[in-house]
């Protein structure tokens, strides 16, 4: 077996020799930190977690999508973002768990097929990283129109 591709359970993604789906996004991670590359950062987080919902409550899922959305096609930044849902993410007054757990995940209505995932970003290297992650996002929002989950 050695050698072998296998897939992510939730988005597809390659996985070679036992790795898991986190390391590819650990990797990508740990390019915007030694490269600096920090002005996807959003998206990249939110591509990854949108792929593997389960990782958001059914609470939180929606509201990851529509920031997406607002990302992708309405051009919010990261700083009008923050402002937007700050009330709404404070612990203090939120009423409702932003992660998903075992017992309690987000999950699709339908089955998603994705045209790009993490494992397609971390193959197109640190050269375009800003580029691979537009389009991945990009791609998120397209997959979830095509399956009739947005």
Known sequence: MSGQTERCAECGAALKNGGACIDHFHLILGWELTEQLYDVHHLAVLSYFLQHPALYSPEGLPSAIGQLVDFVEHGVTPQQMRQRIAAAVDSGT?????????????????????????????????????????????????????SGNL
């Open 94 to 146: 939120r009423s409702y768990r932003i992660a998903g757990t075992p017992a309690h995940h987000g999950a699709y209505a339908h089955v998603v097929t994705w045209q790009v995932r993490v494992d397609d970003v971390v193959r197109a290297g640190v050269e375009r990283y800003y580029a691979s992650v537009q389009r991945w996002a990009a791609s998120i929002l397209d997959s979830l129109r095509q």
